[in-house]
């Protein structure tokens, strides 16, 4: 059957996540993981606080091990997936699934971007909010709009029919408050987040990370694994990894592509369930299902078989 596995990004991580896994798996969650973070990963999860976990720093990391940790026992009991792609951060976790980066490399690059992504929010005032009643246009209309008036603000994520995210400086996030109806949005939410990720204000942490990035050792993936940037299979994952932070996410037209390339099953795999939610959003016919636990896994690999 062809399937796609999906990974989340940040936003997904809560206090107590994770617990299953990490009595699995301490030989790459505990042993591997904190000599590389020099933390404690179960620790952060198991007990937080929610506000040490919520860290772009500390939750980058959690997510992708717990997430990764997962597709590992998902791996072992269920056929090779048909592609991959992940939300942001688990573009990474995707892409270490598909074999392009041990799960070590991964970690320590996902380690790097967060202190990057935490330093570049720290610069500036700076935020994202979600646009209700808006699509790819409008949503456009009013950022391009309020740029030609000298202000700093971007559409970041294009998560689904409905779902679209902006980010910029914090006065232009307000603006985009007060004038939204004027571009037929009904309303501007902001969200919980330190920093307008996916636009150029990261430019910084961008540039950060490539020091990283360049050191890595990248292999081709063993299945195609769609990219935020372009919203296509990635050829060169630097590159692409490179570009992301500073380019807005392109998930939703990553999930529609993948659908028209014969692809009919989606499975989330990690904390939460955000990108299966996505997926039902925009491929309706689809057929969706989740692994957020090890309980999880063996349904799911009969499902997919």
Request: hydrophobic letters at 50%; proline letters at 6%.
């Amino acid at each position: 059957m062809p399937y796609a596995v999906l990974f989340p990004g940040q936003g997904s991580q809560s206090v107590g996540m994770g617990a299953d896994v990490f009595a699995a798996r301490p030989d790459l969650l505990v042993d591997v993981a904190d000599d590389i973070l020099g933390w404690s990963l179960r620790d952060i999860c198991a007990v937080g606080p929610e506000e040490e976990l919520t860290r772009t720093d500390r939750a980058q990391p959690a997510l992708y091990a717990v997430a990764y940790a997962l597709w590992a026992a998902l791996r072992e009991a269920a056929p090779s997936p048909t592609a991959a792609a992940g939300h942001s951060l688990g573009e990474y976790t995707a892409l270490a699934a598909a074999g392009a980066l041990d799960f070590a490399t991964g970690l320590r690059l996902v380690a790097a971007r967060g202190e990057a992504m935490a330093r570049a929010a720290a610069a500036t005032d700076s935020g994202m909010a979600a646009l209700l009643g808006a699509d790819a246009a409008s949503a456009e209309e009013l950022t391009a709009t309020r740029r030609a008036e000298g202000g700093a603000l971007w559409v970041a994520n294009l998560n689904a029919p409905g779902q679209v995210v902006i980010a910029g400086d914090a006065t232009d996030i307000e603006w985009a408050g007060v004038n939204a109806r004027t571009f037929g949005i009904r309303r501007v939410v902001p969200l919980k987040v330190s920093g307008a990720f996916h636009t150029p204000l990261m430019a910084p942490a961008s540039d950060d990370l490539m020091v990283s990035l360049k050191e890595a050792d990248f292999s081709a993936p063993g299945f195609p694994v769609w990219g935020n940037a372009d919203a296509a299979p990635v050829v060169n994952p630097a590159d692409a990894l490179h570009r992301q932070l500073t380019s807005p996410v392109r998930f939703a037209e990553s999930l529609a592509a993948m659908a028209a390339a014969g692809i009919d099953t989606f499975v989330h795999v990690g904390p939460g369930d955000v990108t299966a939610g996505l997926a039902k959003r925009t491929v309706p016919e689809a057929t969706v299902h989740v692994v957020a636990t090890l309980d999880d896994v063996s349904d799911v690999a009969s499902a997919v078989q």
